[in-house]
């Protein structure tokens, strides 16, 4: 899950969270994804953002046997309702921390830069 939360580009993650999500089930990467949102710096919770979009990936049977209609795929692996509602809990948390200590992100700590870009995050019109 490391490689998906220190990946800078959002469309990226995906390629190492499908993977996850086949390998261990929804319930573990989402759990790995929870822990970087609590305990993580403002970068990871960044990237751990980014990968929770994916993490509600569908899983195709076409990908993984285990998710045929006549597959052995452990259900328990899936079930996420109590940690989104820990993802959910926590959000909302650091959301009222920031707002109380009026410390907000600067847009620029969030925004991957490259050579492309402006000391704002943002790209240059050439």
Not at 57 to 84: F, M, Q
Request: proline fraction near 8%.
């Amino acid at each position: 899950m490391a490689a998906a939360v220190y990946d800078p580009d959002p469309s990226f993650c995906r390629w190492f969270v499908e993977p996850a999500l086949y390998a261990f089930g929804r319930r573990r990467v989402m759990t790995a994804l929870l822990g970087y949102l609590r305990t993580g710096t403002t970068a990871e919770i960044a990237g751990a953002r980014r990968a929770w979009y994916c993490a509600h990936l569908p899983l195709r049977a076409d990908r993984s046997p285990a998710y045929a209609p006549s597959g052995s795929c452990d259900p328990a692996l899936d079930e996420v309702d109590d940690v989104v509602n820990q993802w959910r809990e926590s959000s909302s948390t650091q959301q009222r921390d920031r707002n109380a200590s009026g410390s907000h992100d600067k847009p620029e700590t969030l925004v991957a830069k490259g050579p492309w870009r402006n000391s704002s995050g943002l790209r240059d019109n050439p």
